[in-house]
């Protein structure tokens, strides 16, 4: 079902889901996504000077990782169980801690890349498959590393309870309201 939702291209003898280390650099990272158990990933990304942008599937339990429009990377995570649901939207990472203990919850969130002022994070953490947090996207430890290391403040983070399709990014997905009326107004000035 999940092979499904992303539209998958050949698949190299060699792909399979691990946990980090991406071997020659040969895994194919849709197929790969996939097939990930809980408090897995997948990371081939070669750190080029394409922006990253961070993708959460909330039915798919998934982080999908882009550099421009390509995947990259892709990890299990563990979303807002009922009651404590993480919030859908477009977010900019405010602020990183690699070591942050939450003010709630008194627990420690390593790695954590906040998106809301009012506690929701990215952030290494218990990963049972499932969506089991207050509310925070909890990622495998050497994922959340990994993916600390890679992202800046302002950084794009597109939280959906869709389902990603295809291994490219839909540059439509990360373009907020705002930015669509920006649009449509510039295009109104240059039209007159």
Known sequence: MIG???ALGAVPANAK????SSGDGAVAIEVAA???PPG???WADTGSVEPVTVVISIPLQRAFVYRGEAL???SAVSTGKPGDDTPTGVFPILQKAQKHTSNIYGVAMPYMQRLTWDG???HAGRNPGFPASHGCIRLPTAFAQKLFEVTDIGTTVVVTDGIPVGAELD???VRTDAARANEAQLA???GN
């Open 4 to 6: 499904a939702a992303l």
């Open 17 to 20: 889901a691990n946990d980090g």
């Open 34 to 36: 996939a097939e990930l």
């Open 40 to 42: 897995k990933f997948v």
């Open 72 to 74: 990259v990377a892709a």
């Open 120 to 122: 929701i994070a990215l």
């Open 171 to 173: 540059p439509e997905m």
């Open 188 to 190: 109104a000035i240059a």
